[in-house]
């Protein structure tokens, strides 16, 4: 059913947005939270699984040491305070995906709390609190077969794989984000995937969004202009792409408007996100925290890192993200709008990684904003999992550069790399893309380019040697842009100047 909105427009006349971020971070440890199951993504289903896990009667689980080591670092670097004494929790509720019947999870005492991380939208920088991040294990995964929308109803049965039960979990909570108005789903986006850029950086997940190692849930409500107070949420539940953050916001804002416009009330729910459509729809009727029955885990001991592993953790922290922007500016010699451009399309990494990896700071910067920014819009893919790595992009503008190819080829070879055609190097031999730079073939194409067009030929002869633009570009036509551009040019010079 397609549900009524108002215009983004009307909506900020008639209503203030206030918005929560919850991210979902799987650490990339060996083993789980509570056993020792590897956490390898995509083994076959219910092979990495025991009896703790499993939630079996007799099993014992320990925390993983490495799990909270990460957990730390992610509140160090988002600027928290770290608890000296916390615990775990057991958040109870029904579902098929929790073998135990209740997720171990922390619940008023996190590890980290009471942080922030400073965002830069449109050269204006937002403050986003942080509340706490927590500690907990993630859930299994349901597979509902048959139905048209991979959802429980309308399926014919359904399937769980447990692999994914008891992974490492980090959930980053904001506090109520206010006053973002008509830039509430940019400051979304941008929180994200300064959030992930973080969380790389750290080394504590690869935080692909692509395959649910970092995943958002987004609160949001609205409250009559001025009012300053808060109005009833909806939770959009993981969401996993930058793109889908920004459009489950600006929808939000949108269906919540038309209902509260028309006299209607907002229903506090769980919503999904459908990548395909653009909309979201009811899931279930929201918990609170006491629906969940929260109380403290009899089976595992308190939490109390020292100061001391503290401090030492604060000193592995990577750079700042803020101060390592400008770092990377001045080194590059971008200005205010191009490095602005590169951090709202989430391709700031990408971008280092292939200078990194031998490319120009420009190059890099042409590529990933051009060519592969034009692909992930038009497939409506994250700039990130278009299958294209910094090493491919260096890659094809080392060819560009050693001119085997030129820029228009290249983005053939991008094509071919969409594809998986093989390396930027393969597809060019496969599809025959390098330049001719053999005189006998460009001296027999120069030929026939003169003989075509006489009137360009004489004014090259009388000295208009600017003309020659019209003969390179019939040559190129010919040869399907594979010629040397600079040699053609030569080889025209020489036919029809004379020496001397």
Same mark, same amino acid.
């Given at each position: 059913?397609?549900?009524?909105?108002?215009?983004?427009?009307?909506?900020?006349?008639?209503?203030?947005?206030?918005?929560?971020?919850?991210?979902?971070?799987?650490?990339?440890?060996?083993?789980?939270?509570?056993?020792?199951?590897?956490?390898?993504?995509?083994?076959?289903?219910?092979?990495?699984?025991?009896?703790?896990?499993?939630?079996?009667?007799?099993?014992?689980?320990?925390?993983?040491?490495?799990?909270?080591?990460?957990?730390?670092?992610?509140?160090?670097?988002?600027?928290?305070?770290?608890?000296?004494?916390?615990?775990?929790?057991?958040?109870?509720?029904?579902?098929?995906?929790?073998?135990?019947?209740?997720?171990?999870?922390?619940?008023?005492?996190?590890?980290?709390?009471?942080?922030?991380?400073?965002?830069?939208?449109?050269?204006?920088?937002?403050?986003?609190?942080?509340?706490?991040?927590?500690?907990?294990?993630?859930?299994?995964?349901?597979?509902?077969?048959?139905?048209?929308?991979?959802?429980?109803?309308?399926?014919?049965?359904?399937?769980?794989?447990?692999?994914?039960?008891?992974?490492?979990?980090?959930?980053?909570?904001?506090?109520?984000?206010?006053?973002?108005?008509?830039?509430?789903?940019?400051?979304?986006?941008?929180?994200?995937?300064?959030?992930?850029?973080?969380?790389?950086?750290?080394?504590?997940?690869?935080?692909?969004?692509?395959?649910?190692?970092?995943?958002?849930?987004?609160?949001?409500?609205?409250?009559?202009?001025?009012?300053?107070?808060?109005?009833?949420?909806?939770?959009?539940?993981?969401?996993?792409?930058?793109?889908?953050?920004?459009?489950?916001?600006?929808?939000?804002?949108?269906?919540?408007?038309?209902?509260?416009?028309?006299?209607?009330?907002?229903?506090?729910?769980?919503?999904?996100?459908?990548?395909?459509?653009?909309?979201?729809?009811?899931?279930?009727?929201?918990?609170?925290?006491?629906?969940?029955?929260?109380?403290?885990?009899?089976?595992?001991?308190?939490?109390?890192?020292?100061?001391?592993?503290?401090?030492?953790?604060?000193?592995?922290?990577?750079?700042?993200?803020?101060?390592?922007?400008?770092?990377?500016? +001045?080194?590059?010699?971008?200005?205010?709008?191009?490095? %602005? $451009?590169?951090?709202? *399309?989430? @391709?700031? #990494? !990408?971008?280092?990684?292939?200078?990194?990896?031998?490319?120009?700071?420009?190059?890099?910067?042409?590529?990933?904003?051009?060519?592969?920014?034009?692909?992930?819009?038009?497939?409506?893919?994250?700039?990130?999992?278009?299958?294209?790595?910094?090493?491919?992009?260096?890659?094809?503008?080392?060819?560009?550069?050693?001119?085997?190819?030129?820029?228009?080829?290249?983005?053939?070879?991008?094509?071919?790399?969409?594809?998986?055609?093989?390396?930027?190097?393969?597809?060019?031999?496969?599809?025959?893309?390098?330049?001719?730079?053999?005189?006998?073939?460009?001296?027999?194409?120069?030929?026939?380019?003169? +003989?075509?067009?006489?009137?360009?030929?004489?004014?090259? %002869? $009388?000295?208009?040697? *600017?003309? @020659?633009? #019209? !003969?390179?570009?019939?040559?190129?036509?010919?040869?399907?842009?594979?010629?040397?551009?600079?040699?053609?040019?030569?080889?025209?010079?020489?036919?029809?100047?004379?020496?001397?």
């Amino acid at each position: 059913m397609t549900e009524t909105l108002l215009s983004f427009e009307e909506s900020l006349e008639r209503f203030d947005p206030a918005m929560g971020l919850e991210v979902h971070v799987e650490l990339n440890t060996n083993s789980k939270m509570f056993c020792g199951c590897p956490t390898e993504f995509g083994a076959e289903p219910n092979t990495q699984v025991c009896p703790t896990c499993l939630g079996l009667p007799g099993a014992m689980p320990v925390v993983n040491r490495t799990g909270v080591e990460s957990a730390i670092r992610i509140g160090l670097a988002l600027n928290c305070r770290i608890a000296e004494w916390c615990r775990f929790a057991r958040k109870n509720y029904f579902y098929p995906d929790m073998p135990k019947n209740f997720q171990t999870s922390q619940y008023d005492e996190p590890i980290a709390f009471e942080g922030f991380m400073d965002v830069d939208v449109d050269g204006e920088t937002f403050r986003v609190e942080i509340e706490r991040a927590h500690m907990e294990e993630d859930t299994g995964k349901s597979l509902h077969v048959g139905g048209a929308t991979g959802r429980i109803h309308g399926a014919d049965h359904s399937l769980v794989d447990y692999n994914r039960a008891g992974i490492p979990l980090i959930e980053i909570v904001t506090k109520p984000i206010l006053g973002a108005r008509e830039k509430a789903p940019q400051i979304a986006k941008a929180y994200v995937a300064q959030l992930r850029e973080l969380i790389v950086a750290l080394g504590v997940s690869d935080a692909r969004m692509d395959q649910g190692s970092i995943r958002a849930d987004v609160n949001l409500s609205l409250s009559p202009k001025g009012d300053g107070g808060l109005g009833t949420r909806t939770e959009t539940k993981n969401v996993n792409s930058l793109r889908s953050v920004e459009r489950a916001v600006r929808y939000e804002m949108q269906r919540h408007a038309a209902i509260l416009a028309g006299g209607g009330s907002i229903l506090q729910e769980t919503r999904h996100w459908h990548e395909d459509t653009g909309i979201t729809t009811s899931g279930r009727e929201k918990s609170d925290a006491e629906d969940y029955r929260y109380f403290p885990e009899p089976d595992l001991v308190p939490v109390a890192p020292s100061r001391e592993w503290v401090e030492e953790l604060r000193g592995t922290l990577p750079e700042n993200p803020t101060v390592k922007r400008a770092r990377l500016q +001045a080194e590059w010699g971008y200005s205010d709008l191009e490095m %602005r $451009d590169t951090v709202g *399309a989430g @391709a700031l #990494a !990408l971008v280092e990684q292939t200078i990194a990896a031998g490319a120009s700071p420009q190059a890099a910067r042409k590529w990933w904003l051009s060519e592969l920014a034009r692909r992930a819009n038009d497939t409506e893919t994250d700039i990130a999992a278009l299958g294209v790595g910094p090493a491919d992009v260096a890659a094809v503008q080392a060819l560009v550069d050693a001119g085997t190819i030129n820029d228009k080829l290249a983005r053939q070879v991008f094509e071919g790399l969409y594809a998986g055609e093989g390396s930027p190097e393969e597809i060019v031999a496969a599809r025959g893309l390098a330049i001719v730079s053999d005189d006998g073939a460009l001296g027999a194409a120069v030929d026939s380019a003169i +003989a075509a067009n006489p009137d360009v030929a004489d004014k090259i %002869r $009388d000295g208009k040697v *600017a003309a @020659a633009g #019209a !003969l390179i570009g019939a040559v190129m036509k010919e040869m399907r842009g594979q010629a040397d551009a600079g040699r053609v040019r030569e080889l025209i010079l020489e036919k029809l100047t004379p020496a001397g």
